[in-house]
């Protein structure tokens, strides 16, 4: 166990209470959530920020000290990589995500360059038990959230946000729903229930005006899975639930295809039960067609709405309304339309804000 200075603490350590001197041992486990210190090996012209623990990113250059979390990473535009099965000292591990996930890459994406190598410095320790100094390996904060038996929303109206793929407009449009309501006085909470560890897109709901927020790095996962994906998403709805907001909206990271759980939580019949909307972001009209058609024939969702670059001109909405039936707005252009839309087709009335 030795002292080291740390430079940066990356945002998958929210919540983890360390400071920027930390302990570190030599004997490292190898599972998702430990946190790890390791020093940055080379530079980056691309790719090359942090998100910290405050939201704020970082540039990122040889020789900084970072903490980050092992993790794995199956991203369709980013890095990809696994968790290695064992590490000492010395070893090298990889940047797999701005929110500092840590793991062996196995596939690049061009457009991001090579990741950031890392040199492995040690597990960081954590020192629970008061007044004695027996330090025990770090780990993404978990809250202690009992596995909801079944959903209780208490009549709550659910707005989902899934996409195509990743960057498909999901959290853009997911925040111009958020602003809109609450301009009109609801009381809006919102999460993110799937991907990898990351606080931007829940700062930037909160930006827009969400009053809580939750992400399922608040209950120790730092990538999600098909396997875990659907109880997360329970835990997340249950305690928003008990804040007794208007209205919850929340986004599936990634797309209805993809490694991150998605399609696990649209196959949950209680939560697709729940859900009084979904609404779909897609990059272009074919990615709108699969979309709504993956949607209706294997989830039996139907999509209020189609929304994201796919609609970003008269053309694009004009072809999804055309041709699949569905109404579809433009998220950046027409985000008050969008929200009002929306607030409509889910019962939202002004009678229950000049009511509360």
């Not at 629970?128 to 596995?147: F, K």
Request: proline content about 4%.
């Amino acid at each position: 166990m030795r002292p080291t200075l740390i430079d940066k603490i990356a945002s998958v350590a929210t919540g983890t209470e360390i400071g920027r001197e930390v302990r570190i041992s030599s004997d490292i486990p190898c599972e998702e959530g430990v946190l790890i210190a390791a020093e940055v090996l080379n530079n980056k012209s691309r790719y090359n920020t942090l998100e910290l623990t405050s939201g704020r990113m970082a540039q990122v250059k040889r020789g900084d000290i970072i903490v980050g979390a092992l993790g794995h990473r199956k991203a369709l535009f980013g890095y990809s990589g696994h968790i290695p099965e064992q590490l000492t000292p010395g070893d090298v591990v990889q940047i797999l995500n701005l929110g500092g996930v840590l793991g062996i890459c196995d596939s690049i994406n061009p457009n991001q360059g090579q990741p950031f190598d890392c040199r492995v410095l040690g597990v960081v320790l954590d020192f629970p038990y008061l007044g004695e100094r027996i330090g025990v390996p770090a780990r993404v904060n978990n809250l202690p959230v009992e596995n909801p038996s079944s959903l209780k929303l208490s009549g709550i109206p659910v707005v989902a946000f899934a996409g195509t793929c990743m960057d498909s407009g999901k959290t853009a449009a997911a925040c111009a729903v958020i602003s809109r309501l609450s301009q009109q006085g609801f009381i809006v909470d919102a999460f993110k229930s799937t991907g990898v560890a990351l606080q931007r897109d829940i700062l930037a709901m909160e930006d827009a005006g969400a009053r809580n927020t939750s992400i399922f790095t608040d209950h120790g996962v730092v990538c999600t899975t098909s396997e875990n994906a659907s109880i997360l998403t329970r835990k997340l709805l249950t305690g928003l639930a008990k804040e007794t907001p208007d209205v919850i909206v929340f986004e599936l990271g990634d797309g209805i295809i993809g490694a991150y759980g998605v399609e696990a939580i649209l196959l949950d019949p209680e939560i697709r039960e729940a859900l009084s909307a979904v609404v779909l972001c897609a990059n272009d009209p074919v990615g709108a067609w699969g979309g709504v058609k993956l949607l209706r024939e294997e989830f039996d969702i139907e999509p209020i709405v189609v929304t994201g670059p796919a609609t970003d001109n008269l053309v694009g909405v004009e072809i999804i309304q055309q041709r699949m039936k569905v109404h579809a707005a433009n998220a950046l252009t027409h985000g008050a339309d969008l929200g009002d839309f929306i607030k409509n087709k889910i019962g939202l009335s002004c009678e229950q804000v000049e009511g509360s």
